[in-house]
């Protein structure tokens, strides 16, 4: 980590850039009102610190051994000394700031009159962005597998269908991207990409993501640690892509005897990240209880931990979904689970300030 | 289980149980307003219900296969038709009601000025249980066992400034048995036994508990998945001991690379325990996180979660703490918690109406 | 799954599997001995069994409802009565048979000095196939990706040099590919396709690697139970593609306290995996301990739980490899654990055919 | 840790443990062929390690910090320089050394005849211990609890058919403690005092067990790591009990879909502890895997991953057993297992020796 003098010029850095990239590795230029902080892309043993700090404009070099760097509070302090967490735009709403985000919709696209009817619904119910899996991970391959397994033609049409629902109701749309080679299409028709938890540590899926310099929301993998999840958001912001969405969504259920819940809900993790990064960081109930019955508790429990926000599925007619239809609620009971997670949160937050 | 006819006499039920004897099983007997019904403690293998279907009084014999079934909702259900939920009383408190319960105090009595200390504050915050350790259970021989590994002397004398303390500030007070000898001691001078997650698979220990008649609180072991947790619950039940305490207090972390929490607060075993049991359900934020700076976010999110009440470590100098200092808080902090804790279950509460 | 009748004609199985195209699922025929099976590829809920009863030279049409179907042993023994496993040759080697096969070489491949030096002395100390990293999965952005993380040129320098240290010392080749993108290069190079434990649940990876028609050798990831690692491994099949061999490399560690080990080897997984497929099982020893000092121990315990194989990385100076140096293990150290597996094998084989 | 100096006199000696106990600690003095060293059972920063290396006859006085010292290998070195691992002897059986002992017998004693025919099975088939299971740890307090559950006097009755078949058969025999009040009753008629994996964690029992000079076999819980199940060993050393056997049986499955095995056997635990204490470890594969078609393998696996003996359940007509019938093998079965697993035995162990 290079930290510039406060009258550091635009030439120093470009040569301080310049300079890191001889040794192999890449820099991440950040401007902050007080200075600029370049942070070192790559193995930081390979740099001579010595040498870097005695360069026109620099003010410190010091090597950092955490795996996350990039995204880490420290980092940010250095040239933001004003807020602790980053707000991420898309269109109108804010991720990250005080008001808890709601993204809602069907686990898989389904037709048109679906996504439309749903789309309609959850606006009623006060969601803020549209959800809707067009690229399904799977555990079977003889399952059903969204409509972009039918071919691009299909999984186009799917996706236009989306942006259109999204314009018409004025939310921005996320989509799943589950392979490399649908980066480039999903990322011509939403507004956030979305990797899902199976595919976290899909280094090279994240790269190409990252790339788009949209919004990427990351899930955490169920069998990842803390600090494995943050060292793949890394891989984002590695890429100059600091719009990063965390999101919580169950880990692998332990114990003798059954659990009730298809993944274990890692609330501490929530308050947890929030100490090491300025990232914002939601929660999917849905994906974690597996349980209709149990949303609206969990969804609360949530925010109440600090969760900037949720993903839970919703569809008209549970019953009727071909995905997941045991896990999903209807706007009705979204609307309830928004109502009591709106006051939770600004008892919290209140609480907080004081 | 045998449902007796409305009219059923007391000789008729008599009979039953005489009968249910016969067959190396007990009978846990449990009278309704409208009518009584007899579970079955053992094998019910062994029983010929076509036999006892026609016994005098009884409406109805019939096999559960489930290994808790005196503790599951079925089963209250059949002879108390109002109240979903078992309201458990231990001097003026109500656990199991709609105000949260706060247990607060230090993990391990130190000396009579700490203990008092700590129970002023507590009291104070508005906490409603005094609870401190005198048979700790450590994971290493050559550590602070907590006092009552000292002598019996020194563990009635720790016992009774509990029992004064909690006395003198109209609390009443719960300390851990660890071992089947400490049992008979212990039972003399608190008003609730604790069996910590560690004992959770002592079937000798908790029949042992059960049979004081007093309240007993059982934590769910780091390894037990909710199917377990409720079939050890019931050993206690089989003795005809129904006022028990659950307690979450977290499982087994697992994860590639750290995950910054001692163990995973398993939140939504909340909710998903009370679709299965009557009893009431707290959880520990204390021991789950091992982390002081997580605990208001972790209280607040149980308690949306459904939890009827917390047991949180507290300590006027957390620093000084001989056990677990890092993660008590002050009873100042404590008194932050309750607040928040009690304004988000009116909340929660108030939407289940609805 | 469709059983044709034995003397069912050409024209008649392709009128099935045009049939199966109707309904949108995909045909797998399998052309045994005595008969040919179409397994289907798809929701099987779509398809009308009994209209394919009585189409013309079908003798049997059934729904299957695992997740893993096409290659199960059930499978395979409609049309194959004799032999219960598979054998998968890749040059000189078969994968499966008797024999166990030793495949070694460095973590990653560094150069080509470093690389020839070991895959010498793993030739001679009697290993059949050689590993080499070029794309690697790591948990930092900041740590050492590989030779293939530099551009198109290096990967494909790095990949001649194991192709032709192969040629040279007669030893088949394999190299991880991570990314959908990598398939098609790798895949002109080696002979077997490896998709390590992170990359499991990638199905579009893997069915760009299936089509490759060259051996995919598929690790299980450490959050997998069985069910699931072979439910991705029936990605690979529904492509046509049955030369699979799996790799149990450990999973998630869990428990109170240190655990001494990277991963736990879950050795049980194998003779249990053998139970349910005809494919082959190695194990990994070096990535699931992570440590050199118990790489003989468990690749003996491997071998006698009835691994056809083993991977182990190998370097002539551990202490000098840039990744994993603490796991890796010498030729001569290598050479022992190969002499004492040989023997258990021969020991565990010949009991089972008494 | 106090070593003495090799021309200590027992006086000096004598003085050392007198005034560690002045500081509440206890004295574990073990005496060697060269010289004597004194083991420190507590909290150790309580003791002025200066103050103690000036008394007479103390060589060296200092801290260890590890939660098991006294059953650690650096311990044991240091007053015998000779063997690495301790020998345990019951009756004319030695537990620890070359080779492997087996342990074998009924899930549950059901009845004298039912005993003493396994007994005389397993014993035909080369077992050396024979197990027998009284009081059954259960998850159901609705299931057979064993003939222990019914009163003293048929507990009595149990465990002298346990002895008396011993007896007759040349056998030394072991059975399991659930609770304290069974320790005395147990240890008139059994050679090995076994506690199971449910209550590794009863600090209570293990020391009440510890203190019946009698060679304790200590089962790892299926939540703890390797750490804490030493620590827990270290309960039993501290009473002055070296004779503990350990055995892994198991950790909690983990991983998404179904797994196949009751419990994930960790070999790897086996070669990892005995780079650690200088106590046999055995394993059980009838617990672990609950799979009577696994145990062939599983067990030659643990022979050869090191194990020091196998525990494994047996019947003439596991069909019968009132528990765990489906994972319990024949004597003829188990013949074919000691029969493979002394050869894996003689060819790991003479690999060690070249």
Chains 1, 2, 3, 4 share one sequence.
Not at 76 to 87: C, G, I
Not at 346 to 353: G, I
Request: hydrophobic share 40%; proline share 4%.
């Amino acid at each position: 980590m290079i930290i510039m003098k406060a009258e550091a010029t635009e030439k120093e850095i470009a040569n301080v850039v310049k300079e890191i990239k001889k040794y192999g590795l890449r820099a991440d230029v950040s401007r902050g009102e007080f200075r600029t902080v370049i942070g070192l892309v790559g193995d930081e043993r390979k740099i001579p610190f010595s040498h870097f700090a005695v360069l026109p404009g620099v003010k410190e070099a010091m090597m950092v051994e955490t795996p996350y760097k990039l995204i880490s509070k420290e980092y940010s302090k250095l040239f933001d000394e004003e807020s602790e967490y980053r707000t991420i735009k898309v269109g109108n709403i804010s991720i990250g700031g005080d008001e808890p985000i709601f993204i809602a919709g069907p686990c898989a696209v389904e037709n048109r009159r679906q996504l439309f009817k749903i789309a309609e619904g959850i606006k009623k119910a006060g969601a803020h962005i549209l959800r809707g899996g067009i690229f399904k991970p799977r555990s079977s391959v003889h399952s059903f597998q969204g409509l972009g397994a039918n071919g691009r033609e299909e999984a186009e049409e799917a996706l236009s269908w989306l942006r259109e629902a999204g314009k018409k109701l004025e939310m921005p749309v996320i989509t799943e991207i589950r392979g490399e080679t649908q980066v480039d299409l999903v990322a011509e028709y939403v507004d956030i990409l979305q990797i899902g938890a199976r595919n976290m540590y899909d280094q090279d899926l994240l790269t190409k993501a990252a790339r788009k310099n949209k919004p990427v929301l990351l899930k955490r993998h169920f069998g990842a640690g803390i600090e494995e999840f943050l060292s793949f958001a890394e891989y984002i912001a590695a890429e100059g892509n600091k719009d990063i969405i965390l999101c919580e969504r169950g880990i692998l259920p332990i114990g003798k005897g059954r659990n009730y819940t298809r993944y274990t809900l890692d609330l501490a993790a929530i308050p947890a990240i929030q100490k090491e990064t300025y990232l914002p960081i939601l929660a999917d109930p849905s994906h974690a209880t597996g349980r209709r019955d149990l949303i609206f508790n969990m969804s609360c429990a949530a925010i109440a931990a600090g969760a900037g926000g949720l993903m839970i599925e919703t569809h008209y007619d549970p019953a009727e979904a071909l995905v997941d239809g045991q896990q999903m609620i209807t706007p009705d009971e979204l609307k309830d689970v928004i109502d009591a997670c709106q006051r939770i949160r600004r008892l919290v937050v209140s609480n907080k300030e004081t």
